[in-house]
């Protein structure tokens, strides 16, 4: 089956626009996270949706926010952006809640990010 | 707070031994504990997750991690080193039951030679 997408996988900006990143989950997975790595933060956690709900979310200020629809296709929003958002975004699905799940067996599936700078 | 902490940067590894990738952490609860590699072009993938029970947990490519409470870690092992394991590897750790976010380590980057 078809892994995770996300689009754009490249994406320029200038500071103080905003951006929405597309993150498309397996077919049959619920829950949907995202993270930014930067080289000099590293992988933060941002948040995670689980049947439309966002269940966890990381210390983030709220120009970062996101969704998740019906389908489980998530989206993740950026307004006014900073320099300092020039990151890799990668988003996760999984079939249950990863980061709550007890289950040993829910593993994560990870896009091949996209690659966001702002100039 | 909860907090991880991969003490190495950097671990160089002769193909065919064994080797370790350092992890501790902090919190004041249950840890929920992770282990991800980033493959250079692969993106990243997760290997495995402690939350309770057994203390060796095996995961992905013949990688296993110990969770040792006592000493507050969750090293992440492998028998025999392959030079296809060279990559960068992440530790990560969520304080159950109240924390709602996964802190992540800094990064360990394991190259094995041939």
């Known amino acids: 089956k078809a892994g995770v997408t996300q689009t754009p996988r490249y994406l320029i900006k200038t500071r103080g626009q905003q951006v929405t990143l597309s993150c498309s989950p397996i077919?049959?997975?619920?829950?949907v996270s995202w993270y930014q790595q930067t080289p000099g933060q590293g992988l933060q956690f941002l948040f995670e949706?689980?049947?439309?709900?966002?269940?966890n979310k990381g210390n983030f200020p709220g120009r970062f926010s996101g969704r998740q629809f019906s389908n489980s296709r998530s989206e993740m929003n950026v307004s006014t952006l900073e320099l300092g958002d020039s990151a890799l975004y990668l988003c996760?699905?999984?079939?249950?809640?990863?980061?709550?799940?007890?289950?040993?067996?829910?593993?994560?599936?990870f896009g091949p990010g996209t690659r966001l700078t702002v100039l | 707070a909860q907090s991880v902490a991969q003490p190495e940067d950097q671990v160089n590894v002769a193909e065919g031994n064994p080797l370790t990738v350092k992890c501790t952490y902090s919190?004041?609860?249950?840890?929920?504990l992770f282990w991800y590699v980033q493959y250079p072009n692969r993106g990243l993938q997760f290997l495995l997750k402690?939350?309770?029970?057994?203390?060796l947990v095996k995961g992905s490519y013949g990688f296993e991690a110990e969770f040792n409470k006592s000493q507050t870690s969750f090293h992440l092992k492998k028998p025999s080193a392959l030079v296809s394991d060279s990559a960068l590897y992440f530790c990560a750790v969520r304080d159950n039951p109240s924390a709602s976010k996964i802190i992540f380590g800094s990064g360990t980057r394991l190259s094995i030679r041939p």
């Open positions: 402690y939350i309770t029970g057994d203390n």
């Open positions: 949706y689980f049947s439309e709900t966002q269940r």
């Open positions: 919190v004041s609860g249950n840890p929920y």
């Open positions: 996760a699905s999984s079939w249950g809640q990863s980061v709550n799940s007890r289950s040993r067996l829910d593993t994560q599936y």
């Open positions: 077919s049959g997975h619920r829950s």
